[in-house]
């Protein structure tokens, strides 16, 4: 077996939130006392409703929010504190990269695709001008675009093609990890498909490692290894993704799976349950 | 028995880019007394846009051609008034975002009564009381609570709820509910279902369900319409949705769902992107993206031709219906036998 790339344990992150009139402050506890493990090139499913804390933990993995308590390791490296360095920050996103739902707003509108591209390797990589052309063009071919797209703004692009857009540009800095946030949430069912494949084929050949975020259980099954299902904070249940979708031991996840209109679906047996 | 609504040729065209372009081609569809009607597809296909010209909510600019007739009335040239009278007593809507329909300044129980007291001339006290009845009838645990709220105090799910119960306030005889379950959770989303389609029978009103999700409107239905770039490419009983699709787009859409119950190599995909309305050329609006694609598909528009058991537009469908149904029946070489996973 190869070695974890990625290991979060006890992790926890409160909020203050306003009570209503007069009840001052309370604590919402978002995510509680969460232990994950990923192994180098493997993929994590980690599922949830809306208030199950999944982007919380994508968020606290990527830097962008610091965990109340427990600790993340990435590549063996420490990254529980925010990171105070710039060439912290840069070694951390090269680690670790993050793909967000919403491809029309995680590109810049005014960014040509290939500057786009062009900065994340600037930042990530020691290529000069040449070496950053021709990996440009290679990453495009990765993702299945050529160098036409290269000089579009976001806005000439299908969604599909911005999610695309995205996953070269968390490519560029070869990060050992990606977290995808419902990465093809957004997309039409045709395109998800599309680019469903396009994540499998890229770990196989690169040998990265996925966090997918997702509210989807049939994406987990053709992406994921391994899956966590997380309610309210809490990880319910977690196992390999044959075991948790055919065989699932929390309550939370039967129903969760049983929600899903797959033929001869009956919404009304759910509410009786 | 005459249908409750009667769509006819209904073209739509809207200013893109600063001229009008069609986002509607030729759609008929027509609807009876307490029928639900899904309508499938992907952005762009139009789904919604056809929703809305029903009602007269499209666009300023916006131009429409062919006919709409509900209970008898023409939609299309009616006037503001006549409109709007509908809108309020007769056809009810439910939109995606409920935050977006609902004014985020004023409590639930002055959203759910104003049209009562305003437009239909209710007391304010009967109003409430009547509010109060129909928060219990979506299954909201404290009504009374619930009319003191605020949007920003409910959940998504909570508030779609509310949104139901504004619309059987008004008792229509058709709803459109355009993708009203596409923001929540998934557990919530078979809640609400389960709720609309009980509370829709219950009263026997009609309704036109659109959304991106062929099983999840195959579950809430009684027939579907499938549209790709502005036209209905087919019609089917729920019942054969999933099971026996006629047109190649249908068939290719359930495909491209990923599995739940099993991991597969590949995913069979449709290739290159859903294609707009007005990006379609003289032949088949998806003849590109098609499997099955022969040289006239490129360049003759087919007919939505009707079978025993609903409609498709497509030249070959007669042929693939055969060798779906009947596989290996001996129809010759021309007709591809189901294709390989992954064999797009």
Redo the contacts between chains.
């Keep these: 077996m190869s070695s974890d790339v990625l290991v979060a344990d006890g992790l926890r992150k409160v909020f203050a939130v306003h009570g209503g009139r007069g009840q001052g402050h309370r604590v919402l506890t978002a995510v509680d006392d969460v232990s994950f493990t990923l192994a180098c090139g493997g993929a994590l499913g980690i599922v949830g409703e809306s208030g199950s804390g999944k982007t919380t933990i994508a968020r606290m993995l990527a830097g962008l929010e610091a965990p109340s308590g427990g600790r993340i390791a990435v590549a063996g490296r420490d990254r529980s504190q925010p990171a105070r360095a710039s060439a912290e920050r840069r070694r951390r996103g090269h680690e670790l990269q993050m793909v967000f739902q919403d491809p029309y707003t995680s590109l810049d509108p005014r960014q040509s695709v290939g500057s786009c591209l062009e900065e994340a390797l600037r930042l990530h990589t020691e290529l000069d001008p040449v070496g950053r052309r021709a990996r440009i063009a290679e990453l495009l071919g990765h993702v299945g675009l050529d160098e036409r797209h290269a000089r579009s703004l976001p806005r000439a692009l299908s969604g599909g093609q911005r999610q695309r857009v995205a996953i070269a540009r968390a490519l560029a800095a070869s990060p050992a990890v990606i977290v995808l946030d419902e990465a093809v949430s957004a997309l039409d069912v045709s395109i998800q498909a599309q680019v469903l494949n396009l994540l499998n084929r890229l770990r196989a050949e690169s040998g990265v490692a996925y966090v997918f975020i997702t509210h989807n259980l049939a994406v987990v099954r053709q992406i994921c290894d391994e899956a966590l299902v997380l309610q309210r904070g809490q990880v319910v249940e977690r196992g390999r993704v044959e075991d948790v979708l055919d065989n699932p031991q929390h309550e939370y996840t039967r129903r969760l799976l049983a929600s899903i209109p797959v033929p001869g679906w009956d919404p009304h047996q759910l509410s009786a349950a | 028995m005459t249908a409750l609504l009667e769509v006819e040729h209904l073209s739509v065209q809207l200013p893109i880019d600063g001229r009008l372009q069609p986002v509607i081609h030729d759609a008929s569809f027509s609807l009876a007394r307490g029928e639900v009607l899904a309508m499938v597809g992907?952005?762009g296909s139009g789904k919604s846009m056809s929703a809305r010209a029903v009602l007269g909510l499209l666009p300023p600019r916006a131009r429409t051609g062919g006919s709409v007739s509900f209970d008898g009335i023409p939609l299309l040239s009616a006037g503001r008034r006549e409109l709007r009278d509908i809108r309020l007593r007769r056809v009810g809507m439910i939109f995606q975002d409920p935050r977006a329909a609902i004014n985020p300044v004023h409590r639930i129980g002055d959203f759910l009564t104003e049209a009562l007291v305003r437009e239909l001339g209710v007391d304010g006290a009967e109003a409430l009381r009547r509010a109060e009845k129909v928060l219990t009838e979506v299954r909201i645990a404290d009504p009374a609570r619930c009319l003191r709220q605020y949007p920003h105090q409910l959940?998504?799910g909570m508030l779609q709820r509310v949104m139901i119960a504004s619309v059987l306030l008004a008792e229509p005889e058709l709803i459109l509910a355009d993708e009203p379950t596409t923001a929540l959770?998934?557990?919530?989303?078979?809640?609400v279902?389960?709720?609309l389609?009980?509370l829709r029978r219950a009263r026997g009103m009609a309704m036109i369900f659109i959304t991106?999700?062929l099983?999840?409107a195959?579950?809430?239905s009684d027939r579907v319409a499938v549209m790709y770039a502005g036209r209905i490419v087919e019609t089917l009983s729920s019942a054969d949705a999933?099971?026996h699709p006629a047109h190649p787009y249908t068939e290719?859409?359930l495909e491209?769902?990923?599995?739940?119950?099993?991991?597969?190599a590949?995913?069979?995909?449709?290739p290159g992107?859903?294609r707009a309305a007005y990006e379609a050329g003289p032949g088949c609006p998806f003849h590109e993206?098609c499997r099955y694609a022969e040289d006239r598909c490129r360049d003759q528009l087919p007919p939505l031709e009707a079978w025993e058991r609903g409609a498709a537009m497509c030249w070959r469908a007669d042929e693939l219906r055969a060798a779906a149904l009947y596989p290996g029946s001996g129809s010759g070489g021309s007709v591809p036998s189901r294709p390989e996973p992954g064999g797009w």
Excluded: K, N
């Design positions: 992907e952005s959940s998504g959770d998934v557990t919530t989303q078979a809640e279902v389960a709720l389609d009980d991106h999700d099983e999840l195959a579950a809430i999933l099971a290719a859409l491209s769902r990923p599995d739940l119950r099993r991991r597969v590949e995913i069979p995909q449709i992107r859903p993206r």
